[in-house]
Nanobody
């Protein structure tokens, strides 16, 4: 019953910006670490950034100083502010979250969103 839905992707010129959102919904007791992953065609899915429930962040070297991950725990929402975008940032961006469900608080589960396409091109 838990789902993650990404939004905010699109086509942007190099140097431009996008803000991705990931909204969690369903029977959620709590959410641990959340993260953004990118996957280009024919490539492995890679961690872009993640953030703990307490707000500690981690970034891939390729996006440091350009992207900012944040979350609003009250809204169960994850964000990725993407600035100074480069063509190599082009990929599908997936939201990931470690979630404890209300009906099974003794265990956590790893959830993925459906992905949102980011295309950086002039």
């Amino acid at each position: 019953q838990v789902q993650l839905v990404e939004s905010g992707g699109g086509l942007v010129q190099p140097g431009g910006s996008l803000r991705l959102s990931c909204e969690a919904s369903g029977s959620i007791f709590s959410i641990g670490t959340m993260g953004w992953y990118s996957q280009a065609p024919g490539k492995q899915r890679e961690l872009v950034a993640d953030i703990t429930s307490g707000g500690r962040t981690k970034y891939a070297d390729s996006v440091k100083d350009r992207f900012t991950i944040s979350r609003n725990n009250a809204k169960l929402t994850l964000y990725l502010q993407m600035n100074s975008l480069k063509p190599e940032d082009t990929a599908i961006y997936y939201c990931n979250a470690d979630i404890i469900r209300s009906g099974d608080v003794a265990a956590s589960y790893d959830y993925w969103g459906q992905g949102t396409q980011v295309t950086v091109s002039s």
